[in-house]
């Protein structure tokens, strides 16, 4: 019994990296650009079909496939910077919200229309490993590993170089950073281009684990504002603990209990962190 | 090496500057003072390109810049110390300076500008790891002229160093705006702290209202009666 428990904390550890890779792009959309980016999910929904389309209808190679995907889904947050966020940046939230509440409707219907409602999975079967008595699954595994490795890049762009950490300034001070000599602008664009290329690699490491359907992005969706704002609006690393967060306490619920249930708890320990800590767990509150 | 011919902003249709022409010669410095809402914080915003201007022209060594975007004119040699200072209060010190040192010509002097700050600066040296939000309000304001340091600029606008200080802090930060202009930086600084301000000043200018009202050298300001009575309290 204890080992089944452990072996269910090792699992929700391994989901934490994954959930914290979907996390952060949103995390970082809204530090930087206070955008809150509704159509997330649906991002990664249609970098899955383009890795499907890919993989399955033109026999690329996954690895060919998943850089074309992560390039693809990089130009796409800079289309949809230039045509809905650009020109609404100084709108109020409520039409930002509106505008993006469209893109999802955009991205499901042609996703429909396009592929239809079937469930779509790249067939790659990975193994569930017995490592000294416990059972790991080799796509869980895998997306941890990458999303580690994800992170670690994020971290090194974002806290070692000029552009990096004059985009974690804007945040702070819009004016400020202009009076720096920083263009704004680029870091927008920059910022869009991660936050697309984040999407991207988030299917990547989703593909062997999950199947696309064109409802698939709002349940993702969902998922990540709640660890964003768990975490912290905005706070790169209050997202990142409570992706391990949720990732452990869904896995050891689910065993325990159904995964239903599960997902229940997880919403109360959300909803009580929510009422003792309205900011989240790293969030500060805001003083303007 | 600055010159502001007939100047005039506001925001939107409200009006602020009327018609503002002044120069600031090289290595000089030069001190606009002002009672509250005269338009002094508008005046420099405008000058660092944050603001759009209605009529008039600001050069930079002869060359227009009122057109250019804030980033093109730090590049080109203007850095501003803002209002309150804004330092970024979730970054580091040290990456505060770094911030600083964002422009181009001025990142790879970035290890030399760096020591030379925290000479300037010691208590910046000790406290570099620490968030800047949790430095003191004389300590923040000597790590936004720091960091304005940094980007090696031609000239420095200093919007009211010593606002919210205490006089002991201000005498100081004034030495310190003093041996920095001795080094050869040219120095445009707003201030309400007339006399102190004046002290430091090779020429001031009285701005009231959104218009400038008196020139003159800081001897002609020290004797005029106007600024004596309503500025200096004598
Ligand atoms: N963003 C703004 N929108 C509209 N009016 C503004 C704005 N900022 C300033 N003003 C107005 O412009 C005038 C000049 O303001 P400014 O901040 O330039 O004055 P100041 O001389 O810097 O004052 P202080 O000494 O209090 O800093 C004031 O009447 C102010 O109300
Ligand atoms: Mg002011």
Known sequence: MLNLIINAIINGILLGGVYALLAIGLNLLFGVLKLIHLAYGQFVMIGLYILYVLVVNAGLPFWAAAIITIIVTGILGIIVHILIVQPLLDAPRLNQLLALAGLIIVFENLSMVIWGADYRNIQMSLPVVAVGGFYIRMSYLIAFIGGLITLGLLYLFLYKTYLGLSIRAISQDLEGVELMGVNPKVNFYVTMAAGGILTGIVAVFFAPIYAVHPHFGSSFTILAFIIVVLGGMGNLLGGFISAFIMGVVTSVAAFLTTSEIADIIAMLIFIGVMLVRPQGIMGIREAR | ?234
């Open chain 2, 1 to 234: 090496m600055l010159e502001v011919s007939q100047l005039s902003v506001g925001y939107g249709e409200f009006q602020v500057l009327f018609d503002i022409s002044f120069k600031v010669k090289k290595g000089s410095t030069a001190v606009i003072v002002g009672p509250n809402g005269a338009g002094k914080t508008t005046l420099l915003k405008t000058i660092s390109g944050l603001l759009p201007i209605i009529s008039g022209s600001i050069f930079l060594d002869g060359i227009p810049i009122q057109e250019k975007k804030p980033h093109q004119i730090v590049e080109m040699g203007i850095a501003q110390v803002p209002e309150g200072g804004r330092i970024f209060p979730y970054l580091s010190v040290e990456e505060n300076l770094k911030m600083g040192s964002f422009p181009k010509r001025a990142r790879e002097k970035f290890k030399d500008r760096l020591k030379w700050v925290y000479e300037l600066f010691p208590v910046l040296s000790e406290r570099k790891k620490q968030l800047a939000g949790s430095l003191s309000g004389g300590e923040r304001q000597m790590l936004a002229i720091g960091r304005c340091l940094m980007s090696e600029p031609k000239l420095i606008l200093l919007d009211e160093p010593s606002m919210g200080l205490a006089p002991l802090i201000v005498t100081h930060i004034f030495k310190l705006i003093q041996d920095i202009n001795t080094q050869g930086y040219t120095i445009l600084m707003v201030e309400q702290n007339v006399k102190k301000a004046l002290q430091l000043a090779d020429n001031a200018f009285l701005l009231e209202s959104g218009r400038i009202k008196i020139k003159g050298s800081k001897e002609e300001f020290f004797a005029n009666e106007y600024i004596k009575k309503a500025y200096i309290g004598l």
